[in-house]
């Protein structure tokens, strides 16, 4: 059981926009920013959002994020194949003095 | 170019040990706090431990406290992960990821190695 929580799958077609939520609590996303990761299978995770909105040199600005409270989005706008792996969202918990994550959404380009 | 290579993994007892190291380059080490990741077959990502740039503070997730010991080598730019009494939960990836600061703290971790795969199995 993960800490935060997110949909397990999510799924768009081509062109299309597609969102994924992540719900925490005061003791994580209520307190700290949130960062979103990409992860292909076999791969190295990328991070694709960090502080809550902003993006590495090299993401597209078809991903962006956003926090409300202790819940957080990231929304992905015309949805390219490339795009299909799982996202995971995470932030630093106060309690628990340590990373959480989200259990990934495995996004499908249809 | 920043290139984290992780190494050490392997098929282990339980109760066993194993010693996981992940050599860093591309950046001025010390200047960054680095963590261990991992991924159960099946499952979705767990942070594992993190230590500060100097290596002066470490964080530990419960589930590895008092098992899992994190290290650093500012000197060879390599971080390393001590695993005791390993169980069959701890059969996972290991990533080793940079952190963007020098703190671990709510610092996003914005490169991330290949990992190396630990079977903890009879």
């Known amino acids: 059981q993960s800490v935060l929580t997110q949909p397990p799958s999510a799924s768009g077609t081509p062109g299309q926009r597609v969102t994924i939520s992540c719900s925490g609590s005061?003791?994580?996303?209520?307190?700290?920013?949130v960062n979103w990761y990409q992860h292909l299978p076999g791969t190295a995770p990328k991070l694709l959002i960090y502080n809550n909105n902003q993006r590495p040199s090299g993401v597209p600005d078809r991903f962006s994020g956003s926090k409300s409270g202790t819940s957080a989005s990231l929304a992905i706008s015309g949805l390219q194949s490339e795009d299909e792996a799982d996202f995971y969202c995470a932030a630093w918990d106060d309690s628990l003095n340590g990373w959480v994550f989200g259990g990934g959404t495995k996004l499908t380009v249809l | 170019e920043v290139q984290l290579l992780e190494s050490g993994g392997n098929l282990v007892q339980p109760g066993g040990s194993l010693r996981l190291s992940c050599a860093a380059s591309g950046f001025t080490f010390k200047t960054n706090a680095v963590n261990w990741v991992r991924q159960a077959p099946g499952k979705g990502l767990e942070w594992v431990s993190g230590i500060t740039g100097s290596g002066g503070t470490t964080y530990y997730a419960d589930s590895v406290k008092g098992r899992f010991t994190i290290s650093r080598d500012n000197s060879k730019n390599t971080l390393y992960l001590q695993m005791n009494s390993l169980r069959a939960g701890d059969t996972a990836v290991y990533y080793c990821?940079?952190?963007?600061?020098?703190?671990?703290?709510?610092?996003?971790?914005?490169?991330w190695g290949q990992g190396t795969l630990v079977t903890v199995s009879s």
């Open positions: 005061g003791s994580n996303i209520g307190s700290n920013t």
């Open positions: 990821a940079k952190s963007r600061l020098v703190v671990v703290e709510a610092a996003a971790l914005d490169f």
